[in-house]
């Protein structure tokens, strides 16, 4: 991070397609600086760095916001010797009591300020508030349009409530951490097991388990075999088949369920051609 010499500065909760037009701007020599402000719950802490090949630079919004504008720009400098471009968005704000903007980054910087304009789609723009209330009403689809790619949550395995291989379907049961979790209902979706490189095509429900025991769950449900997961899962979200629902009976959950894998695998193999 010594020889960066540009550097994108912002919350970068999600790291969607706004954030990625201004990493466009960085360069060979670029790092994202991230200002923690404890909210982010779409890619919190290290998940940013699965969607940039940048280096990450994390600073706590805590220790640097009683920071007046000069001050700012002597942090930066101190961790940046060669710093010599400043990317940030239309609407950013630095300083105590945020009262600072990029004209003033302009005035305080004696490098390059650029200044990345709204980035919209569909004629919406795109924010990482708006992200969060899509995945709030399911609309997953409009999330990962926003995202730039697919809603990925992750988490260690936990028990499940020791039903599902018996009576209903084997499930990778996970605890999703700090997290965002969408709307109570079921998905089709990809999962990671432990460390493996690749993605399954799965079907997951996100919920509480009104049927059966009323507990919270995010479980996972391999389609193309059943795959034995030690530690953790990533659940990566495609699109969104059903609300959640109480059934009278387990048999009637259980024929749901398997309309829910016939209606996953269809869409996911339409994605594949």
């Known amino acids: 991070m010594k020889n960066s010499t540009a550097i994108a500065i912002g919350g970068f909760d999600g790291m969607h397609i ?58 930066l400098e101190s961790k940046f010797p060669k710093l010599d471009k400043i990317v940030v968005g239309y609407d950013f704000h630095f300083g105590k009591d945020r009262k600072y903007s990029f004209e003033d980054l302009d005035t305080l910087f004696s490098g390059e300020v650029k200044v990345v304009a709204e980035v919209t789609h569909n004629g919406d723009s795109v924010h ?18 926003f995202l730039g790619h697919n809603y990925t949550i992750k988490g260690a395995l936990v028990s499940g409530q020791g039903i599902g291989k018996k009576e209903l379907v084997a499930t990778i049961n996970i605890e ?6 969408p709307k109570e209902g079921v998905y089709v979706t990809l999962t990671r097991i432990d460390d493996e490189e690749h993605y399954h095509p ?59 894998i016939n209606i996953a695998s269809q869409k996911l193999k339409l994605l594949q051609l």
């Open 18 to 75: 706004g954030h990625q037009h201004l990493f466009a701007e960085l360069g060979e020599n670029g790092t994202i600086v991230v200002i923690e402000t404890g909210y982010a719950n779409l890619t919190p802490k290290n998940e940013r760095e699965h969607f940039s090949h940048y280096p990450i630079l994390y600073l706590e919004l805590d220790e640097i916001r009683h920071l007046d504008g000069k001050a700012f720009i002597s942090l």
């Open 202 to 260: 799965s079907v997951s429900f996100v919920g509480h388990r009104v049927t059966t025991d009323g507990s919270f769950a995010i479980e996972s449900h391999i389609l193309d075999g059943e795959v034995l997961c030690n530690t953790k899962a990533r659940i990566s979200f495609v699109s969104f088949i059903r609300d959640n629902k109480k059934f009278d009976s387990i048999a009637e959950l259980k024929k749901a369920i398997q309309s829910d």
């Open 128 to 145: 990482s508030h708006k992200i969060r209330a899509k995945l709030q009403i399911g609309d997953i689809k409009g999330a990962n349009d």
């Open 176 to 181: 999703a951490t700090g997290f965002l979790t």
